[in-house]
DNA sequence: ATCGAGCGGGG
DNA sequence: GTGTACGCTCGAT
């Protein structure tokens, strides 16, 4: 038979006569769930040998590679001689096929030791991006599979094919009908406490999806609320998630942190109720990368939406904090309910409605995550399309894995092989690299007034392309009709890198397709403001940025300094000369870091402005382009602690003409920062930014100092909160905290890892810990400590920066000294 | 200057 | 899972 469906995710399995099967689960276009299985794959990496003349010798000796392990025995199946590149230059290789993908690490260590073998290539990609690339396949695009309907009763599907051939149709059909289900935990948790997994129950969750909703708990109590559902206890609350799960049947299951939070607490919690959490033959698996947390069910793809945000959507959403709250402030203009979430514990056992509050919160959470997910996946989709990943990799990747899997993809077309990941040492020794970067106009700090932003777009991209530059194309000397670069300072002497013309480069080459493919796009949307193109360009922007971070970035397959500082010094000469050419319009820059130029309109209209960047961006090369980013009306530039000429990092706030603050580089605002502190930087920069008030912020800052100094200010917001990491007893360094955790012990009270301790520092002599008491005990907080230590911290460079200097804060009754500040 | 520890997201 | 593991900032020493 034959039939189109949209893969979502893919696994493997292998079947009994040791053979690795690709599983491919998604949805017909009739809606139905569908799980394809393709056995016609075989894994298999390259080596390349010394010289041709051994070729003969060494595929005798390879095909003779085996070993057994758990009664299975893995071996070389078949090799092929075939012609491959590298970096442009051909050479020959062999393919080495071995009967399982995960024989592949051990005999390429096998076939390495070989006499007269160069290198191993190409063994380090997971099967089934392996066979997504080799197939020709894109996941969430339609395809079709040609078969035979098979038995599976242990794969929870409407329908089990096993492929006979299988291919991408080209198609304009979208995969809307996909199935999303968001949802969202709530555990038992006392206050100030942190819920901890071997002890606190679920208390409930929530599930929503298309027309459907619903909260699970397992308190009985009376509500008129239809989406509650009640079972008898946390056991039954468990077996219900798992059998909506089972019977909903997602293609995607969207929570927020879930890979940190969610699904690694309900595996625990099942754990202690025994209860198996089986999808589809396989447990839900909780692994780690690096200090985070990944959750996988087989078969439905899950989605932490968060890790998304934060790796790929901070960037240019910058916001101060990701919590749930802020980024749905952000991008659906809409709260979650207000209730602090330590207080569940008391309403869990209050009861009633109550109760039946926090079973609202957490809908709402759950209705939140959807409606984030509904924004989110289409860019998710469309990256998974670029470089042939399945979502669940793509949302957890960060830039520079998405540029590598694009161009590993790439590589396959271009004939390449593409190159090994560095090793130990040369790792270490790309992270002490250093060279000159991007272009700083450093600022005077201040307080100023009417402003305009310029951005480049795609500056990096766009330098790449139009030059040439690439790791094939660098030359090791001049050579004819080669582009040199501007000299660049390197251990204070003076380079110069060439790169060829008589060819294009492979990363200048794809990057270029992404950078027309984009336009194209931006065209259409001109026409029509199509989500899905947006999405689509989204995608292609993101790839496009990252490139030049990639050349830099250590790990990086195709790791070049020199492509790096090529593309940093040409970025310098664009943005200097616009800065020139502004300047000759008398245009004054108050501003400019790497590819945004910050000016002060002064006496000049905005069409003045327009009509420069428009006469700018008549002169630049193709695909590089000037953009207005907005005009504000207020701008503070702050001088940073420790400021260096080279060093020197963005640190500003500006209030954009609508009065919405934008503010950078400040510290982050931390929950070990008193209430205190974070209070008065905000109130300081508002005042500041919307008023022009520095008189007003300056006495402001007085008021709360004079306040602290008479004990006026209560003791709430003096409290500063640090978790406890580790048992009481376990620590070396015994920070302020940590005394306090003693002290809570001897009390009687129980502060497992994860408490949060909250203390104040009283009056007294010696190091903070001596003076740290419980909030409870404090008589009299240290005024000095609390003024010079976080009030200050958090507000100084902002008045130095407009003319005043931090001793008049504190001073008992200095005369203002308002210096010029307006420049 | 060095080093241990907390932060993030979630409750 | 054909795999690899954060980066920064603050306080104590």
Same mark, same amino acid.
């Given at each position: 038979?034959?039939?189109?469906?949209?893969?979502?995710?893919?696994?493997?399995?292998?079947?009994?006569?040791?053979?690795?099967?690709?599983?491919?689960?998604?949805?017909?276009?009739?809606?139905?769930?569908?799980?394809?299985?393709?056995?016609?794959?075989?894994?298999?990496?390259?080596?390349?040998?010394?010289?041709?003349?051994?070729?003969?010798?060494?595929?005798?000796?390879?095909?003779?590679?085996?070993?057994?392990?758990?009664?299975?025995?893995?071996?070389?199946?078949?090799?092929?001689?075939?012609?491959?590149?590298?970096?442009?230059?051909?050479?020959?290789?062999?393919?080495?096929?071995?009967?399982?993908?995960?024989?592949?690490?051990?005999?390429?260590?096998?076939?390495?030791?070989?006499?007269?073998?160069?290198?191993?290539?190409?063994?380090?990609?997971?099967?089934?991006?392996?066979?997504?690339?080799?197939?020709?396949?894109?996941? #969430?695009?339609?395809?079709?599979?040609?078969?035979?309907?098979?038995?599976?009763?242990?794969?929870?599907?409407?329908?089990?094919?096993?492929?006979?051939?299988?291919?991408?149709?080209?198609?304009?059909?979208?995969?809307?009908?996909?199935?999303?289900?968001?949802?969202?935990?709530?555990?038992?948790?006392?206050?100030?406490?942190?819920?901890?997994?071997?002890?606190?129950?679920?208390?409930?969750?929530?599930?929503?999806?298309?027309?459907?909703?619903?909260?699970?708990?397992?308190?009985?109590?009376?509500?008129?609320?239809?989406?509650?559902?009640?079972?008898?206890?946390?056991?039954?609350?468990?077996?219900?998630?798992?059998?909506?799960?089972?019977?909903?049947?997602?293609?995607?299951?969207?929570?927020?942190?879930?890979?940190?939070?969610?699904?690694?607490?309900?595996?625990?919690?099942?754990?202690?109720?025994?209860?198996?959490?089986?999808?589809?033959?396989?447990?839900?698996?909780?692994?780690?990368?690096?200090?985070?947390?990944?959750?996988?069910?087989?078969?439905?793809?899950?989605?932490?939406?968060?890790?998304?945000?934060?790796?790929?959507?901070?960037?240019?959403?910058?916001?101060?904090?990701?919590?749930?709250?802020?980024?749905?402030?952000?991008?659906?203009?809409?709260?979650?309910?207000?209730?602090?979430?330590?207080?569940?514990?008391?309403?869990?056992?209050?009861?009633? /409605?109550?109760?039946?509050?926090?079973?609202?919160?957490?809908?709402?959470?759950?209705?939140?995550?959807?409606?984030?997910?509904?924004?989110?996946?289409?860019?998710?989709?469309?990256?998974?399309?670029?470089?042939?990943?399945?979502?669940?990799?793509?949302?957890?990747?960060?830039?520079?894995?998405?540029?590598?899997?694009?161009?590993?993809?790439? %590589?396959?077309?271009?004939?390449?092989?593409?190159?090994?990941?560095?090793?130990?040492?040369?790792?270490?020794?790309?992270?002490?690299?250093?060279?000159?970067?991007?272009?700083?106009?450093?600022?005077?700090?201040?307080?100023?007034?009417?402003?305009?932003?310029?951005?480049?777009?795609?500056?990096?991209?766009?330098?790449?392309?139009?030059?040439?530059?690439?790791? #094939?194309?660098?030359?090791?000397?001049?050579?004819?009709?080669?582009?040199?670069?501007? /000299?660049?300072?390197?251990?204070?002497?003076?380079?110069?890198?060439?790169?060829?013309?008589?060819?294009?480069?492979?990363?200048?080459?794809?990057?270029?397709?992404?950078?027309?493919?984009?336009?194209?796009?931006?065209?259409?949307?001109?026409?029509?403001?199509?989500?899905?193109?947006?999405?689509?360009?989204?995608?292609?922007?993101?790839?496009?940025?990252?490139?030049?971070?990639?050349?830099?970035?250590?790990?990086?397959?195709?790791?070049?300094? /020199?492509?790096?500082?090529?593309?940093?010094?040409?970025?310098?000469?664009?943005?200097?000369?616009?800065?020139?050419?502004?300047?000759?319009?008398?245009?004054?820059?108050?501003?400019?870091?790497?590819?945004?130029?910050?000016? #002060?309109?002064?006496?000049?209209?905005?069409?003045?402005?327009?009509?420069?960047?428009?006469?700018?961006?008549?002169?630049?090369? %193709?695909?590089?382009?000037?953009?207005?980013?907005?005009?504000?009306?207020?701008?503070?530039?702050?001088?940073?602690?420790?400021?260096?000429?080279?060093?020197?990092?963005?640190?500003?706030?500006?209030?954009?003409?609508?009065?919405?603050?934008?503010?950078?580089?400040?510290?982050?605002?931390?929950?070990?920062?008193?209430?205190?502190?974070?209070?008065?930087?905000?109130?300081?920069?508002?005042?500041?930014?919307?008023?022009?008030?520095?008189?007003?912020?300056?006495?402001?800052?007085?008021?709360?100092?004079?306040?602290?100094?008479?004990?006026?200010? %209560?003791?709430?917001?003096?409290?500063?909160?640090?978790?406890?990491?580790?048992?009481?007893?376990?620590?070396?360094?015994?920070?302020?905290?940590?005394?306090?955790?003693?002290?809570?012990?001897?009390?009687?009270?129980?502060?497992?890892?994860?408490?949060?301790?909250?203390?104040?520092?009283?009056?007294?002599?010696?190091?903070?810990?001596?003076?740290?008491?419980?909030?409870?005990?404090?008589?009299?907080?240290?005024?000095?400590?609390?003024?010079?230590?976080?009030?200050?911290?958090?507000?100084?460079?902002?008045?130095?920066?407009?003319?005043?200097?931090?001793?008049?804060?504190?001073?008992?009754?200095?005369?203002?000294?308002?210096?010029?500040?307006?420049?």
């Amino acid at each position: 038979m034959e039939l189109d469906f949209f893969p979502i995710d893919l696994a493997y399995e292998t079947n009994i006569v040791g053979r690795a099967a690709i599983q491919l689960f998604g949805r017909t276009i009739n809606n139905e769930k569908i799980c394809v299985i393709d056995p016609n794959f075989e894994p298999y990496f390259y080596a390349i040998p010394e010289n041709h003349e051994l070729i003969t010798r060494l595929i005798g000796q390879i095909s003779l590679l085996s070993y057994e392990e758990d009664n299975s025995r893995f071996f070389v199946t078949k090799i092929e001689q075939v012609k491959k590149k590298v970096l442009r230059k051909e050479i020959d290789a062999l393919k080495i096929y071995v009967n399982h993908p995960s024989a592949v690490p051990q005999l390429k260590r096998e076939v390495k030791l070989i006499n007269g073998i160069k290198e191993i290539r190409e063994a380090d990609l997971l099967f089934i991006r392996r066979y997504l690339i080799d197939k020709n396949l894109v996941p #969430s695009l339609l395809t079709k599979v040609e078969g035979d309907l098979i038995e599976r009763s242990d794969l929870n599907v409407d329908l089990v094919i096993r492929a006979k051939d299988i291919k991408q149709v080209i198609s304009t059909e979208s995969n809307e009908k996909l199935k999303l289900l968001a949802f969202d935990i709530e555990v038992y948790t006392l206050e100030n406490q942190y819920p901890s997994d071997n002890k606190d129950p679920i208390l409930m969750i929530s599930l929503v999806g298309d027309n459907f909703q619903k909260v699970i708990t397992w308190k009985e109590f009376k509500t008129d609320k239809d989406y509650i559902e009640f079972v008898k206890n946390e056991s039954e609350l468990i077996l219900k998630f798992k059998e909506i799960l089972l019977d909903y049947n997602p293609d995607y299951l969207i929570g927020y942190f879930s890979d940190g939070f969610d699904l690694p607490y309900i595996k625990a919690r099942a754990k202690i109720n025994k209860i198996p959490l089986i999808f589809n033959n396989h447990n839900l698996q909780i692994s780690t990368k690096g200090r985070e947390t990944i959750a996988k069910i087989l078969g439905i793809s899950h989605l932490d939406i968060f890790k998304f945000i934060k790796n790929i959507m901070a960037g240019s959403l910058r916001l101060d904090n990701y919590t749930l709250n802020n980024v749905s402030l952000e991008l659906l203009k809409e709260k979650k309910i207000d209730l602090r979430p330590d207080l569940i514990g008391v309403a869990w056992d209050l009861g009633n /409605e109550e109760i039946e509050k926090y079973c609202e919160y957490n809908l709402q959470d759950s209705i939140l995550v959807l409606k984030l997910a509904d924004k989110i996946i289409p860019n998710i989709e469309e990256l998974v399309r670029l470089t042939s990943t399945p979502a669940f990799d793509v949302c957890r990747m960060g830039y520079s894995q998405l540029v590598e899997n694009y161009l590993i993809k790439c %590589s396959k077309d271009y004939n390449e092989l593409y190159p090994n990941k560095p090793d130990r040492g040369t790792l270490s020794l790309r992270k002490t690299q250093t060279y000159q970067g991007a272009f700083v106009f450093n600022p005077n700090p201040g307080l100023y007034e009417n402003i305009a932003v310029f951005d480049f777009l795609s500056l990096y991209p766009s330098i790449i392309v139009s030059h040439n530059i690439c790791l #094939s194309t660098l030359l090791n000397e001049f050579e004819e009709n080669s582009f040199e670069t501007p /000299e660049i300072l390197e251990n204070n002497s003076k380079v110069k890198f060439y790169f060829t013309s008589k060819y294009d480069g492979f990363i200048p080459t794809v990057l270029k397709d992404v950078l027309l493919k984009r336009s194209k796009i931006k065209a259409l949307l001109k026409q029509n403001k199509d989500p899905i193109l947006e999405s689509r360009s989204y995608a292609l922007k993101t790839v496009a940025n990252a490139t030049y971070g990639y050349f830099a970035f250590f790990g990086a397959r195709w790791y070049s300094k /020199e492509c790096a500082m090529s593309i940093t010094s040409l970025g310098r000469k664009y943005i200097q000369e616009v800065i020139e050419k502004a300047q000759s319009k008398n245009i004054k820059i108050l501003y400019a870091d790497t590819d945004s130029i910050f000016i #002060s309109l002064e006496d000049k209209s905005k069409d003045f402005i327009k009509e420069f960047i428009k006469q700018i961006n008549i002169e630049l090369p %193709s695909f590089m382009e000037l953009e207005l980013e907005n005009f504000y009306s207020r701008a503070i530039f702050v001088m940073k602690k420790g400021e260096n000429e080279e060093g020197a990092k963005k640190k500003y706030a500006l209030i954009s003409e609508d009065g919405k603050i934008k503010v950078r580089g400040f510290e982050t605002i931390r929950r070990d920062w008193s209430y205190i502190a974070k209070e008065t930087q905000k109130k300081v920069l508002e005042l500041i930014l919307k008023n022009k008030d520095i008189e007003g912020a300056f006495n402001y800052v007085k008021n709360v100092i004079e306040d602290i100094k008479n004990k006026k200010i %209560s003791n709430d917001l003096m409290i500063i909160r640090t978790q406890l990491k580790k048992e009481v007893g376990n620590y070396d360094l015994i920070g302020p905290h940590v005394v306090i955790a003693k002290k809570m012990q001897d009390k009687g009270l129980l502060v497992p890892p994860g408490s949060v301790i909250r203390y104040i520092v009283e009056d007294g002599k010696g190091l903070i810990r001596d003076k740290a008491v419980l909030p409870e005990e404090s008589k009299s907080y240290d005024s000095k400590y609390y003024i010079e230590n976080q009030v200050l911290p958090a507000v100084d460079k902002i008045f130095e920066s407009v003319g005043y200097d931090k001793s008049e804060l504190i001073e008992e009754k200095s005369q203002l000294k308002l210096k010029e500040f307006l420049k």
